[in-house]
């Protein structure tokens, strides 16, 4: 398989979205509330955009750890096969 496709089918797979957007939920609540506090809490105006992405980078470094794990592995068993 192509490493591309490879990537593509480990960022999909095997519940790494799942454990991506649980990391994010979390993350990017605590996040929110640390930058946007006033705003959540109605004394300030929120930024939407800002929202939106303290969500999404949690959940992009969580499905990049899982896929650079994911992708040594493989390459470590395929090594040993070769051996």
Known sequence: MPRLGLIWHFCVGDGVPRRSFAVA?????ILN?????????G????DF???ALTFL???????????????RA???????RSE
């Open 57 to 71: 980078v949690p959940y992009c470094v969580a499905t990049y750890g899982a896929v650079a794990y994911r992708l």
């Open 25 to 29: 939920a979390v993350v990017g609540s």
């Open 43 to 46: 004394t300030g105006h929120l």
């Open 49 to 51: 955009t800002k929202l």
């Open 33 to 41: 509330l640390i930058n946007q506090g006033d705003a959540l809490m």
């Open 74 to 80: 493989t390459h470590r068993v395929s090594q040993e």
